[in-house]
Structures are given as C-alpha cells and as structure tokens.
C-alpha cells in the first residue's frame, strides 16, 4: 500500500566489460570483477536479507548488464574468484599479525578480513551464483532487475544499423530470459544514450520502459508538464523515466557529494600501495605490479598528505546523517510538488552499484538506512519500482524524448573525441561485413551457423562502450585497443573463412569458450529481412 | 569534501606538461601514490632546476611503466602464436594466421560516408574511398577537388537550407563539422568538384537530427502552471555545459530569481 504524497524510485545498474582471460593464470583487469562481487554485488545482498529479515520492503531496481552475468555464472572467473578470496583472506590474516602492536589498525584490519571471510561464506551459499541470490528477491517481489543492451554499447552510434541494434537488445532479453526464466520489462539504456526512434526497437522486445537522462526529456519540444517528476510516454507507448538530477548531484558530486565526506574511507590509500614490496609482493599483480588489495585504513580526511585513520564509527554517524538529509531533501520536494500536481510526484535516482561498497565503501550502509528511514520516519515517501508505479496506470503525457546522454557535457563527447573516434570506422564496417554475410550464408547450419554465431558475438563485443572510455582516460588504453583488435580480428578471420571455405575447429571451439557471452545468440538477427512476428523480430520470448 | 589532488584525475598520459603544472608537493606525492623509482637525492631537491630534474625522473619512470605495461599486453600475441600455430582442419585449408594480429587498415577498399552527432554543436564524419574511385579520381584529374557538404535537410517547401562546404584532401579521412544550425536535420556528401564547380558526389552519408540543446520552451514560455517551481526543483544547473550554455537567459533569469525558493 501507498501512502506517501511521492516515490523514490532508486535504480541500481551493475555493469562490467566483458574479462576473461583464460590464456593467462592471473589477468589484472579480471580483479574489477572480483573486487565488484566482494565489495558491491554480495553487500547489496546482504543489505536485501537484512532487511527481509526485518520485514522491511526493499523496493529498488537493480539492472545487471548481458556482460556482467556472463562472468558472473563462468565455472574459470568463479574458481578464480575463489582463489582472490582465498589471497585476501591470507592477506587479512597477515595484516591481524603485522598490526597486532597497533589496535586501531588492527580493528580495520580485522573488520576487512571478516569481510572476505563473509564473502566467502555467501558465495558458497550461493553455490558460486550470486544472480540466484537476486533473483530470489525479485520473486518475492522485493526488487525488479532490469536489463540493458548486450555488449552495453552507446546506441545512439549505431542508429544507422537498425539490425545491431536490434541485436543487441535481443542478446540482452535472451541472456535475461535464460537467467531469470522471464522477459525483462525495464531497459537501462548504457549511460542512458538514447536516440529517436529507439523506442521501436524495445517495443519489438515487448520492453515497457526505459530511462533518460534529465535534459532528454525536458528539452524535449513537447516536454511534460511536470518534467522529470512523473514518467512520459514516447509515441509508441512506451513509458521512460528521467534522471532526477538533485538527488543525483547529492551522491555523485564530486565536490558536494556524500561520498567524498572526511570521515568516509579513502578509496586510494591502499596497502598495496604504501606497504613495502617484499611484504606485499604475494598479493599484488604478478609479484610486481602494485594494485589496491582492498586493505585501506584511511579516512577521507582533508585537502593534503596527513590522512586520519578510518574511524567506522565516526562514518557510520556520517551515514545515518546523510541518509537523514537525502529523505529530506525528497521529502521537502516532494511536499511542494504534491499539492500542484495531479499524479504523485516520483523522483527517479539511479546510480552504478558499483559506487556503492567498492568506491563509496559506506555506500550500501547508507542505502539501507534511507530504505529503513522511509519504513519508519518518512511516511509521506514510498519506494517504487518502475513496474510498480506503471501497474497503476498513471496517465502519461506524450513526449519525445531528444538524443541526449547523461555523459560528460549530456551528449556523446565521452565516447567521441580525439582519442577513441577511430574505432568506429572499423566497428561500422564490421557490422556492415556481418551483414553481408548473413545475406550470404542466410539459413545455414552446423559448423557454419556456429562460425556465424561467433562472428555476431565478436561484433556485438567490439561495441562495448568501455573501450572508447577507457582510450579517452588513457589508463589501460593499451588494453582497450588490444580487446577492439582482438574482436575485429576475430570477427573477420571468420569472415574470410567463410568465404573462403577455411577456418580451425580448435581455434573456433577455443573462442567461443573464451568469449563465452550470449550463447544462443543467432547472427541471423543481423539480418534487417528477418519478418516480425508481432512486432518481436523472431525473438521466441518477447511473445509470452 | 573529496581530496583535489588524486594522479588518477591527471590527464593520461602524464606528459611532461602535465607535470610541470604541479607544484613540488604534488610531484613528490604523485611519486608516493604511484611508487616511483626515484632517487632519495632528487627527491629531496628544492630549487627550480632540481625541480626540472624530478619531473624528468618522474616522467621516465611513467615511460617505463607504459613500456612495460604494453609488453605485458602483448602477452596474449606471443600466447596464441604458440598455441595456434598447427590448427585443425575444418572446412578445408588450415590458417595459420592469428586473429588477434590483426592490423586496424587506414581506411576499406569502398567509399562511403557515416555522419555522426557527437552533441548539438558538433558532428563527426569518416569516410573512406576505394582503390577504384582514387584511380578515377587521379584520371580525372579531380583528386585534390574532393570535398565534404554538409546539407540541412528540408522541412518544408519555402525555408532557406544551410550548407557547409569543407574542401578535404584525398588523404584526409575524418572530420569534425560545426553544426550551422540545431532543430533540424543535416546530411553530408562526399564529392568532388567537377568543371562547372559543381559537386559531384561520391557517397551519401544518412541523416542525422539535431536537437535543440535547449530547454523546452513548454516552459520558458510559461505555458505551464506552476513552471517556476518544476524549474526550481529540477536543479537545471548542473547539467554539463553544452547544455547550460543553451539554457535561454529569460529561464536562467528566473531560476536564479527562484533560486531561494
């Protein structure tokens, strides 16, 4: 039951590049994975039992991209998962033995082992399939999980290819269908890129309702009445929802943000770090390369060298003070725009889950206390989901949103500058290559359709809209030019293949294990002449 | 309030400009939070010149770094040189070719045009010209007429249409274009001048639309009740500044008027 004057509804979107390295025993760039399953993904579940157990609704959205639940149910990331605990585990051991002289470090450094420790305990519960977890939570209806295009492209590049485009949203439901045994109704669109006339394409996929940035929807010519304090519907009758951008200013800002409070940990102080390299050398990468552990005993503080210890009592004050002014910052909102408006208002606020535990480490602490404030303090709030507020059907103005991003500058700078520009020539070929070889190779089978099947899953990769952010930020950018060469040269040693009747099993059968995302992918989907079957583009699911 | 100074914020690669605009404290913490090989001696220095030689020392060990970085992620070549190097038979010759080898080629053996909008100031166009066309070119004697046009697209019947013409070499490849006009539709020819001047085209990109980039006027013209307030609460503001910078100053008037509200 509802019974506030407005709704929060907080979306979470869990994403990582597709890592997986299975040539190497140790791949630098696999600990993001690992690092997001110990401090954000398995907290955010612990947050959601707690607050089973104390029968309060949860109430949040959570979208896991198509990349991220291929690594979160590989049999190798998740041994080699267990193997990072297992160092951090060993690692805290030694920590409790270096500071034992020192008890303010010595709590911190107990408090992170027993953290990894926990980890450990939940994974196995899980059986090493944290997304059982989640999914346990969304049949007891206490959240909605969303999805979001397969390779999490920035679509509004690839709008002149209607098929990739269609293929990547059908990977996306496919991927979701077969982890969750539904359709997803919700759609976060990567970095919420939109364009006209995507809307078409969710609609195909039976998609319900996406989300904007702010200025997509109210600069949009006939932009709705109340802006992004009620969803609007685009021409098709698809619902989205725009990003509030106060409450999402509150946490994100980099200089007003919560996060960045003093007595909050420092992400960057890390002993893997500041500790001397024979102490650290069998917890970093390959003995040499220093890392963050994760072991971090120091606070925010101020502006300068001298940082406190982390004090987590002080932070935990912090976080209930935040959580306090989050709620009433809403409230008073909410409490303006309730008398004046027709529909109750509901402010939309989505974040990466990867902010909360791994970069804010007091993130999901703070989370919980503004679900557990609502329950009790707030009455004149509610927590909703978007499924939720639309099963009330609410009228929705009719508005069409305009290509808008919430990227730096709200358009698509960040994936289009000097430094990341010329992929897409190569990227656009390939996608215009694969369709000339669906049109060749139309309806074929065995060996051929598996080849094909790859070539689409290559193509699908090389759009992920982490390899230009990662060029554009410079770190790693070898890296990010190396999986673009990787999935091009992958794709075309098909494509000559195929025309030229040649190509290895075992170097196939290795690929398709390597890149192991959406396996029942069908290239065919590439192909523009595919007829619609109710609207769905051939896709089996969308027709339930 | 976050800390200023983190290296992961510096542009990237640290170049030694990047580095000249730190002061010593900066530099010798940058040299603490990345830990750099350096010196104790330079380390310690405090003069000017002494300052030039740490940001030297700085800099070669982030070379080094890289160096080291790009060795590593070459890794995966050497790996699957060695384990490719017989494959199986499947459809009929072996390859022995490694994909990830793959060379990015400068430009397709087709000519095409692709016209993107990065923001509503700014458009990217590629393009490429096949082997064929560059020879016709060459015989014509029309290789160094080539040129990019941007056309607006007709709305309707009596408007007058913008058109940008950039003359490109037949070496160039890509382009960023300024956007005349926003709030409509622009689509970009690749071409050549023939003898009467006029353009011949090569390639057709497809058409992109250009919104505004500004702020509805639904509610700058106040034709919505209560819009003072929605403007208020919406904190408009902190949108990026492509953005801002559009928003018309009769609706930045009012919302530094309400900003007490």
Known sequence: MNHGKGFLNIVLHAHLPFIKHPEFENFLEESWLFEAISESYLPLLGMLKRLEA???????????????????????LGKRYLGYLEKHIDLGNRELERTQDDPKVHGLAQMYRDRYLKCLADYQEYAGNILKGFDYFQKAGVIEIITTPGSYPFLPFYEQYPANVSAQIESAVDTFHMVFG?????MWLPECGYYPGLEHHLKDYEIDYFFTSAHGLMFSPDAPRWGVFTPAQVGNGLAYFARDLESANLVWSAETGYPGDPDYRDFYRDIGHDLPLEYISPFIHLEKVRVNTGYKYYAVSGKGDNKNLYNPDLAANKVLEHAENFLYHQSKRIGKLDPVMAEKPIITCPYSAELFGHRWFEGIQWLETVIRLVDSKYGDLDLTTPSRYLSNSPKLEVSQPIYSSWGNKGYGEVWLDGSNDWIYRHVHMAIERLQELVSRFPDVTGLKERALNQAAREVLLAQSIDWPVIMRSGAAEQYAIQR?????????????AMGQGTLGTEWLTKVEKKNNVFPRLSYKVFNLGVPKRANALGHPYALE | MLDTFCPFLLPWPMTKEVLRSLGFKDLKRLVALLDLDISDEVLSASSDSNRDDLIDSIHEELEDVRREREELNTLPIRYQEDRFSSVENLFGTDLDVDSVNFD?????????LVLMLRDPAWAFAYWDISYQDRNRLKDLGKNDSLCIVLQEQPRNDDEMLEQVEMPIELSDSRWYINVPRRGTSYQAILGYYGYDNEILTLARSGIVSVPLGTL??????????????????????????????????????????LAEL
Do not use: C, W
């Open chain 2, 104 to 112: 990015f080629p400068e430009n397709y053996n087709v000519t095409r």
């Open chain 1, 484 to 496: 673009l060469r990787e999935h091009i040269g992958n794709f075309y040693r098909i494509y000559d």
């Open chain 2, 216 to 257: 509805s006027e639904n509610y700058a013209t106040s034709s919505f009740a209560d819009t003072d307030l929605l403007l208020a609460l919406s904190d408009l503001q902190v949108l990026g500044a492509v953005a801002a910078e559009e928003i018309p100053q009769k609706v930045l008037r009012r919302l530094s008027e």
């Open chain 1, 54 to 76: 104390d029968k309060i609704p949860s109430t949040i959205t959570i979208s896991f991209s198509p990349t991220l639940i291929a690594m979160l149910q590989d049999d190798l």
């Open chain 1, 182 to 186: 539904k359709t997803p109704k919700g």
